[in-house]
């Protein structure tokens, strides 16, 4: 929910971190008031996803805590306060300096210590003294200025740039970054205690709430099959994209008014006509899943009614009435959004998820799964649908078949509905009739045919196949650091030749013979 006065919005999702930063804040706080120690804090997360609202919520707590301090620390001096009228608190953003002139920028630098040092300079840390001094993306910090900086949080004590003598000072350090904890000294990232921001994928639904407060109009044109699509993308901008993909349905309605055609004031079809320059989003990839999924003989119309009851869909026939999302729940005003998300949308998602056996956390589209990659759901997909029917039960067996790529046991007429030694038996079913499908489609691959160029593309997209896209997993197998995955993944565009096509399928390096390169 949205705080009176408050630049930021706080999604449902978002909030609860929230409230786990602020219990760690009156941790650290307690931790200085006890034994006079300023431990600092790292906050992380990728580009876009709001790391600057915890910055502003660590200052929230931080300035009425000083305020107390100085009342306290009156009462021992007979009236008068040791302490700073105001809690200093400055920001620098690292990545708008050099690397040399970054570390001269927090320690300070003393006359003639480098071209065009005129005269002394007081730092950062000088300047905050008994206060808060937040360095955004730390990461860009050079490693001679992590190792300073390092040492001036151990013991109090820095050194100006062509400086001989140690000054003190007593500052609170925050800090935020990008960067993955390879990307920097490793000794300098255990010293902060880390808190994660999660990125968008994470925590989907939160997509909506942010769409509530900046793009009302949008969200309340919402129908299933977009609504769905919104949820299915990994935003990989995160915030930030959901702020570029509004303003361009905006654009692009005004460019109809601008042109004259007939706008339809009930949906969004505009949301398929964006261009890959502005963002990943596809509209198109609900209507490819829907083609094979019919190709497959499998019953669209009975899935697109049961995602319905939770206001998400697939691309509906051409000519056919859908209405809005929150047409199919809301019948009066009195329904809370948070009780929307959390009741309908979230379940609808993770039922769209469990069905289709889909991480709900991947850091890809869901779309974008390939046959033969999944995971099993904590729950058994007809969990999710009241009174299931025999056609339910149907439906679930084929979508699962279609998923792994392998047919299940004939005699399997009822697909679990709850939890227990049923679905058990059908988990371990489902990984032994995939490991069987897998090896059956496996084709070897002679390296001695191939470049080296050759060899480690494909290896890498076997790799890439066999784990899903997980990066993480990637990362552990290939024995390389995430950003290495992800620039193999970008060099040899992976999420693209994975993406409802058959070619990795058909000519498949055998990862089990080839070792990483």
């Given at each position: 929910?949205e705080?009176?006065?408050s630049?930021w919005?706080?999604?449902?999702?978002?909030?609860r971190y929230?409230?786990?930063?602020?219990?760690?804040?009156k941790?650290?706080?307690?931790?200085?008031?006890?034994k006079?120690?300023?431990?600092?804090?790292?906050?992380?997360?990728?580009?876009?996803?709001?790391?600057s609202?915890?910055?502003?919520?660590?200052?929230?707590?931080?300035e009425?805590?000083?305020?107390?301090r100085k009342?306290?620390?009156?009462?021992k001096?007979?009236?008068?306060s040791?302490?700073?009228d105001?809690?200093?608190?400055?920001?620098?953003n690292?990545?708008?300096?050099?690397?040399?002139l970054?570390?001269?920028e927090?320690f300070?630098h003393?006359?003639g210590?480098?071209?065009?040092?005129g005269?002394?300079?007081?730092?950062l840390?000088?300047?905050?003294?008994?206060?808060?001094?937040?360095?955004e993306?730390?990461?860009?910090?050079?490693?001679?200025?992590q190792a300073?900086l390092?040492t001036?949080?151990e013991?109090g004590?820095?050194?100006?740039?062509?400086?001989i003598?140690?000054?003190?000072?007593n500052v609170q350090?925050?800090?935020?970054?990008?960067?993955e904890?390879?990307?920097?000294?490793?000794?300098?990232?255990?010293?902060?205690?880390?808190?994660?921001?999660?990125?968008?994928?994470?925590?989907?639904?939160?997509?909506?709430y942010?769409?509530k407060?900046?793009?009302p109009?949008?969200?309340?044109?919402?129908?299933?099959?977009?609504?769905?699509?919104l949820?299915?993308?990994?935003?990989?901008?995160?915030v930030?994209?959901?702020?570029?993909?509004?303003?361009?349905?905006?654009?692009?309605?005004e460019?109809?008014?601008?042109?004259?055609?007939?706008?339809?004031?009930?949906?969004?079809?505009?949301?398929?006509?964006?261009n890959?320059?502005?963002?990943?989003l596809?509209?198109k990839?609900s209507?490819?899943?829907?083609?094979?999924?019919?190709?497959?003989?499998?019953?669209?119309?009975l899935l697109?009614?049961?995602?319905?009851?939770?206001?998400?869909?697939?691309?509906p026939?051409?000519?056919?009435?859908?209405?809005?999302?929150w047409k199919?729940?809301?019948?009066?005003?009195?329904?809370?959004?948070?009780?929307?998300?959390?009741e309908?949308?979230?379940?609808g998602?993770?039922f769209?998820?469990s069905?289709?056996?889909?991480?709900?956390?991947?850091?890809?589209?869901?779309?974008?799964f390939?046959?033969?990659?999944?995971?099993m759901?904590?729950?058994?997909?007809l969990?999710?649908i009241?009174?299931?029917?025999?056609?339910?039960?149907?439906l679930?067996?084929r979508?699962?078949?279609y998923?792994?790529?392998?047919?299940?046991?004939?005699?399997?007429?009822e697909?679990?509905?709850?939890?227990g030694?049923?679905?058990?038996?059908?988990?371990?079913?489902?990984?032994e009739?995939?490991?069987?499908?897998?090896?059956?489609?496996?084709?070897?691959?002679?390296?001695?045919?191939?470049?080296?160029e050759e060899?480690?593309?494909?290896?890498?997209?076997?790799?890439?196949r066999?784990?899903?896209?997980?990066?993480k997993?990637?990362?552990?197998i290939?024995?390389?650091?995430?950003?290495?995955?992800?620039?193999?993944i970008k060099k040899?565009?992976?999420?693209k030749?994975?993406?409802?096509?058959?070619?990795?399928r058909?000519?498949v390096?055998?990862?089990d013979?080839?070792?990483?390169?």
């Amino acid at each position: 929910m949205e705080k009176k006065k408050s630049k930021w919005i706080e999604p449902f999702t978002l909030s609860r971190y929230l409230d786990d930063f602020r219990s760690l804040y009156k941790i650290i706080s307690k931790e200085e008031k006890e034994k006079q120690k300023k431990s600092p804090i790292m906050i992380c997360g990728p580009t876009g996803v709001g790391k600057s609202m915890f910055v502003d919520e660590f200052k929230k707590m931080a300035e009425p805590d000083y305020e107390i301090r100085k009342k306290e620390d009156k009462e021992k001096n007979n009236g008068k306060s040791t302490l700073k009228d105001k809690l200093e608190i400055i920001s620098l953003n690292c990545a708008s300096f050099s690397s040399g002139l970054l570390t001269s920028e927090i320690f300070g630098h003393v006359k003639g210590s480098f071209t065009g040092a005129g005269k002394d300079k007081k730092g950062l840390v000088e300047k905050a003294e008994g206060g808060v001094l937040i360095l955004e993306e730390i990461g860009e910090l050079p490693e001679d200025g992590q190792a300073k900086l390092l040492t001036f949080i151990e013991d109090g004590y820095f050194y100006k740039v062509g400086g001989i003598t140690p000054k003190k000072a007593n500052v609170q350090i925050i800090a935020t970054t990008n960067k993955e904890k390879e990307d920097l000294r490793e000794d300098f990232w255990y010293r902060f205690f880390p808190f994660f921001v999660p990125p968008l994928h994470q925590r989907r639904e939160d997509v909506f709430y942010y769409l509530k407060y900046s793009f009302p109009d949008i969200l309340n044109k919402l129908r299933p099959w977009e609504a769905l699509t919104l949820l299915a993308y990994n935003w990989p901008g995160n915030v930030r994209e959901i702020e570029r993909v509004g303003r361009m349905i905006e654009w692009g309605e005004e460019n109809i008014k601008r042109l004259f055609l007939p706008l339809s004031t009930e949906s969004l079809d505009h949301l398929t006509g964006f261009n890959e320059t502005y963002t990943a989003l596809d509209a198109k990839k609900s209507k490819r899943l829907k083609s094979k999924l019919e190709e497959m003989k499998i019953k669209t119309d009975l899935l697109e009614t049961v995602l319905n009851k939770y206001g998400l869909g697939l691309l509906p026939k051409e000519g056919k009435k859908n209405k809005p999302t929150w047409k199919h729940f809301t019948k009066t005003e009195d329904v809370l959004f948070d009780e929307i998300i959390v009741e309908k949308i979230s379940k609808g998602l993770e039922f769209f998820c469990s069905l289709f056996l889909l991480d709900i956390k991947s850091d890809m589209n869901l779309f974008d799964f390939i046959e033969g990659d999944f995971i099993m759901p904590e729950k058994p997909p007809l969990s999710f649908i009241d009174n299931p029917t025999p056609e339910h039960h149907k439906l679930t067996k084929r979508i699962i078949e279609y998923r792994i790529g392998a047919k299940l046991s004939k005699d399997l007429k009822e697909m679990p509905v709850n939890l227990g030694d049923d679905y058990d038996h059908l988990k371990k079913m489902i990984s032994e009739r995939a490991e069987d499908a897998r090896r059956s489609r496996k084709i070897e691959t002679d390296p001695a045919s191939m470049t080296e160029e050759e060899t480690i593309a494909q290896y890498y997209s076997a790799l890439y196949r066999d784990t899903g896209g997980n990066i993480k997993e990637m990362a552990k197998i290939a024995g390389r650091g995430e950003t290495t995955i992800r620039d193999k993944i970008k060099k040899y565009d992976l999420k693209k030749s994975t993406d409802f096509r058959d070619i990795q399928r058909k000519s498949v390096l055998n990862v089990d013979l080839l070792g990483a390169s």
